[in-house]
């Protein structure tokens, strides 16, 4: 095992940044960039593969943390003061430039349950689906601890079955509404809850190598809008996959995953996914046929460069007030920034899965 023992709370765990950052270019790729003739549905596979793998990222280091830290008061403001901040300033710009929104949407919007009936997302805010399920786990994770304790989080496999099961009854493979989609960060809860016992280290460590290509296949097969009964288990194979990475040894694959490339996307990679449909909707990504993909390499150094900026100085401050806040500040603004995302909430300029 690579990490000794070790959680994701008390050390840096660097294959999960490169998955951070595959995750975030899947979505990217899926909305900005055509992937193959539109039949094949290529698009839409690659963005909800990023988002499964961003919630499974997320449902693991939160239920980590919590395992290792259950302060729920400390959990939610880090929390808040990570995903908050810059998730309400988009909504501003991006609801103020749409214009026509209703104090019903906005509200809905701000208090992040727009991706639930009767919702209210626009063409610039439909990727914020995601982000109103994230702060919905978030809330639910933190009083399920302050009931109970560690040991609520024992609920969140029973949690993640129901909902799969709750899909399968209402044939539901794809859906942006909470209790059709949150399996997907249950999963990676379970994932961690496995983790912290080892179980998972010493039931598939051997075999974890050769399990990563089928893993891989698998997962993107499940992700496919053709996928049939296979999409009730994209969060089961997603949780897989990350399973294999954590649990092989080191080799070429962890190389490329802990590599410095990976290692800076996965830093600004929540600020890609919450600017980028913004700057898809502009001059930047406007055009016909081939013109607008003419443009697209000047979209994405615009794009760079405004996650950039944002992580680095508008959400480095509010990262650093939360930590003030909390009991224990954080090491540093890479330890900071972890799965929020992400994508999970990626779609086709923006398109809601």
């Known amino acids: 095992m690579t990490h000794s023992g070790a959680t ?4 840096w765990i660097p294959e999960l940044d490169g998955w951070r950052a595959i995750s975030i ?3 990217l790729l899926g909305h900005l960039i055509p992937l ?4 094949w549905q290529l698009n839409s596979t690659a963005a909800a593969a990023g988002m499964g793998l961003f919630f499974i990222l997320s449902g693991f280091l939160i239920t980590t943390f919590l395992l290792n830290r259950p302060e729920p008061c400390e959990f939610m403001i880090r929390r808040a003061a990570r995903v908050v901040p810059l998730a309400w300033l988009y909504m501003a710009l991006a609801l103020g430039l749409h214009g026509g929104a209703s104090a019903e949407a906005l509200a809905r919007h701000f208090l992040f349950a727009a991706n639930l009936p009767p919702f209210g997302l626009v063409s610039t805010t439909a990727h914020l689906w995601s982000l109103c399920l994230e702060m919905q786990f978030y809330v639910s994770v933190a009083l399920l601890v ?3 304790g560690k040991r609520g989080l024992l609920l969140l496999p029973l949690l993640c079955v129901a909902v799969t099961s709750l899909r399968v009854a209402s044939e539901v493979p794809m859906s942006i509404v909470t209790w059709f989609r949150a399996d997907e960060i249950l999963a990676g809860a379970s994932v961690a809850l496995l983790y912290e016992s080892r179980l998972l280290r010493r039931g598939i460590g051997a075999f974890s190598p050769w399990l990563l290509l089928p893993a891989g296949v698998f997962y993107l097969a499940s992700a496919h809008p053709a996928a049939g009964v296979l999409a009730y288990l994209r969060p089961y194979a997603a949780a897989t996959l990350i399973v294999c990475s954590l649990c092989t040894r080191p080799g070429s694959v962890l190389r490329v995953l802990r590599s410095r490339p990976l290692r800076h996307i996965a830093l600004i ?3 890609l996914y919450v600017w980028h449909p913004l700057l898809a909707d502009s001059w930047l990504g406007a055009g016909e046929g081939l013109t607008k993909y003419y443009k697209r390499p000047l979209l994405f150094a615009a794009l760079w460069a405004l996650a950039y900026a944002s ?3 508008f959400e480095a401050f509010w990262i650093s007030l939360g930590k003030r806040r909390g009991r224990r500040p954080a090491r ?3 330890t900071a920034i972890d799965s929020s995302v992400r ?3 990626m779609e086709h300029r923006p398109r809601v899965q």
Do not use: M, N
Request: no cysteine; hydrophobic share 45%.
């Open 8 to 11: 994701a709370a008390s050390k």
């Open 25 to 27: 270019a899947l979505v």
């Open 36 to 39: 193959g003739p539109k039949a």
């Open 146 to 148: 302050a009931l109970l």
């Open 269 to 271: 990679s929540y600020a």
């Open 311 to 313: 992580t680095t100085h």
């Open 332 to 334: 540093d603004l890479g």
């Open 343 to 345: 994508p999970d909430a």
